[in-house]
């Protein structure tokens, strides 16, 4: 089992920035890849960013050059750098891993491939 752990939300004002993190504890060596997804009321999970196993990334095409994905791996913590808030990016903001391994960035968008999820946090981005 692996355990994930989000911590960072909070309430900013639109152009701020704010950094998420993500604590895995478990059995991370099984994990192949760590993402973070984003859910806003009455919408469905969305795809933010991916890391996989060697350092590769990917951002939706929305995100990019606004959020940023990164992994401290001494400490076991993958971080989503956001910058340049917008009101809707308002969310709740779960991380999530893959034990599969694969870099198809088809299987990284979908959620219910996802073994493990974290409770989420709570970003409220205010104009």
């Known amino acids: 089992q692996v355990q994930l752990v989000e911590s960072g939300g909070g309430l900013v004002q639109a152009g701020e920035s704010l950094r998420l993190s993500c604590t895995a504890s478990?059995?991370?060596?099984?994990?192949?890849?760590m993402a973070w997804f984003r859910q806003a009321p009455g919408k469905e999970r969305e795809f933010v960013a991916i890391?996989?196993?060697?350092?590769?990334?990917y951002c939706a095409d929305s995100m990019k050059g606004r959020f940023t994905i990164s992994r401290d791996s001494a400490k076991n913590v993958v971080y989503l750098q956001m910058s340049s808030l917008k009101p809707e990016d308002t969310a709740v903001y779960y991380c999530?891993?893959?034990?599969?391994?694969?870099?198809?960035?088809?299987?990284?968008?979908?959620?219910?491939?996802?073994?493990?999820w974290g409770q989420g946090t709570q970003v409220t981005v205010s104009s």
């Open positions: 999530a891993a893959d034990t599969a391994a694969s870099r198809s960035v088809a299987r990284a968008v979908t959620p219910w491939v996802y073994d493990y």
């Open positions: 478990g059995r991370t060596l099984s994990v192949y890849a």
């Open positions: 890391r996989w196993s060697g350092g590769i990334t």
